[in-house]
């Protein structure tokens, strides 16, 4: 199984920060990353595919960059709406997997 | 997008089949992968498997042995079953969609915890 890595595991911040969450990958996964928003009692959201495709309605301040087997998502000024859980997910191989989840706090 | 919402028992007894089935609602369920994934307590989230609307399926080799997974098109339902379940197997268990390798659409997720 290819292993996804993120980091931090945990995050403290400031509406209008910028903020970079990083996934690694255990082995090259070309641009088969995506990644998802969780919040609590509700359904996980697709924010981003291909590693930085933004899905539609989802606001330009996240984007999405790398290849091969580093993986960054930014979101440039927090915003109240977006502290939450964020996981990333390679598609390149089945099984498919996450990583462990970041938790995005209010600082 | 569609519209997912998975049904089935809380509570399920160690060594008993757990059950779980998915309605889609606000589209077809034709010609897309339809997923399960878990989220255990304070774990991240664990891919279980997909079925095809042909009943192709693919599944996660650490569950394989125990899974099932089975669509009913003229209901816009599939469903999930996993035997012999233990506590490890409690969790919230999300269905959701997928035209290729990532997961475009998700229901709200349902618990199941695993007791006697």
């Known amino acids: 199984d290819i292993q996804m890595t993120q980091s931090p595991s945990s995050l403290s911040a400031s509406v209008g920060d910028r903020v970079t969450i990083t996934c690694r990958a255990s082995?090259?996964?070309?641009?088969?990353l995506n990644w998802y928003q969780r919040k609590p009692e509700k359904a996980p959201k697709l924010l981003i595919s291909?590693?930085?495709t933004l899905q539609g309605g989802v606001p330009s301040r996240f984007s999405g960059s790398g290849s091969g087997t580093d993986f960054t998502l930014t979101i440039s000024s927090l915003q109240p709406e977006d502290f939450a859980t964020y996981y990333c997910?390679?598609?390149?191989?089945?099984?498919?997997?996450f990583g462990q989840g970041t938790k995005l706090e209010i600082k | 997008q569609v519209q997912l919402q998975e049904s089935g028992p809380g509570l399920v007894k160690p060594s008993e089949t757990l059950s779980l089935t998915c309605t889609v609602s606000?589209?077809?369920?034709?010609?897309?992968?339809w997923s399960w994934i878990r989220r255990p307590a304070g774990k991240g989230l664990e891919w279980i498997g997909r079925?095809?609307?042909?009943?192709?399926?693919d599944y996660n080799p650490s569950l394989k042995s125990r899974l099932s997974m089975s669509v009913d098109t003229s209901k816009n339902q599939f469903s999930l079953r996993l035997a012999s379940v233990t506590a490890a197997d409690t969790a919230v268990y999300y269905c959701?969609?997928?035209?290729?390798?990532?997961?475009?659409?998700w229901g709200q997720g349902t618990l199941v915890t695993v007791s006697s």
């Open positions: 959701a969609s997928s035209a290729a390798s990532y997961f475009d659409s």
């Open positions: 606000g589209g077809s369920i034709n010609n897309y992968y």
């Open positions: 079925i095809y609307t042909s009943g192709y399926t």
């Open positions: 082995q090259s996964i070309g641009v088969f």
């Open positions: 291909a590693a930085s």
């Open positions: 997910q390679q598609g390149y191989g089945i099984p498919y997997t």
